[in-house]
């Protein structure tokens, strides 16, 4: 994320974070978080073509939706296990895993 013109603000909207954090948490999702909230701010403003203005990131922050904040946590998480399993050393335990199944299966029948 390349966003450097809103990290000198992060600080001052720390309220405003907060906020969105807590209304998030207020619908049940108790993973929102200051963090969580900023990333999902940065990833939709990194998409906008903007001025770099305190109130267009106060704004962002505050018309979050909780869809939004559910689909960047849902992208993140299978970019994540996508990259755990791209390893090589992770695709042979896998195959492996599947070997062994497939072996004990044959057995069973």
Not at 14 to 24: G, H, I, N, R, T
Not at 51 to 77: E, G, P
Request: proline residues 2%.
């Amino acid at each position: 994320m390349n966003i450097s013109p809103f990290e000198m603000w992060r600080e001052d909207v720390e309220p405003v974070l907060q906020s969105k954090a807590e209304e998030f948490q207020m619908f049940g999702y108790t993973s929102a978080d200051q963090e969580r909230v900023w990333n999902c701010t940065m990833e939709k403003l990194k998409k906008r073509e903007e001025s770099h203005r305190i109130h267009v990131l106060v704004n962002s922050i505050l018309t979050l939706s909780l869809s939004d904040f559910m689909n960047q946590i849902t992208v993140a998480s299978y970019k994540e296990s996508a990259k755990y399993y791209s390893t090589e050393a992770n695709l042979d335990e896998l195959l492996g895993e599947i070997e062994t199944h497939t072996s004990t299966k044959r057995h069973l029948t």
